[in-house]
């Protein structure tokens, strides 16, 4: 079992960072592929961004992609996700997910196994 707890979510203007965090609690973090998703108002969930077990192997969603970084940090089991230019269309609810699959490639809410409560990013223009 693993227990996720995001936070670093708030209210920015565009053009501002934020950087999101994921506790993690339980056995075997360091084996799981950890993502970010995200749900806008009225919209499905989407992946942003994914990191294998070992951090050596990043994902990100296209539309996220040179503005977002996800890192972690095994000795804290922690995973970062730091947005800098956000604009308006990155308000969303932010999730952390793992997936048991510390290898995994495909990046969509049926393949993780665990997820956080979420954390609201907020960027107003």
């Known amino acids: 079992q693993v227990q996720l707890v995001e936070s670093g979510g708030g209210l920015v203007q565009a053009g501002d960072s934020l950087r999101l965090s994921c506790a993690a609690s339980?056995?075997?973090?360091?084996?799981?592929?950890m993502g970010w998703f995200r749900q806008a108002p009225g919209k499905e969930r989407e992946f942003v961004a994914g990191?294998?077990?070992?951090?050596?192997?990043?994902y990100y969603a296209d539309s996220v992609k040179g503005r977002f970084t996800i890192s972690r940090d095994s000795a804290k089991n922690t995973v970062y996700l730091q947005m800098n230019s956000l604009k308006p269309e990155d308000t969303a609810v932010y999730y952390c997910?793992?997936?048991?699959?510390?290898?995994?490639?495909?990046?969509?809410?049926?393949?993780?196994?665990?997820w956080g409560k979420g954390t609201l990013v907020t960027v107003s223009s």
């Open positions: 990191i294998s077990w070992s951090g050596v192997f990043t």
């Open positions: 339980g056995r075997s973090f360091s084996s799981y592929a």
């Open positions: 997910a793992a997936s048991s699959n510390g290898f995994l490639r495909t990046w969509h809410g049926d393949a993780m196994d665990y």
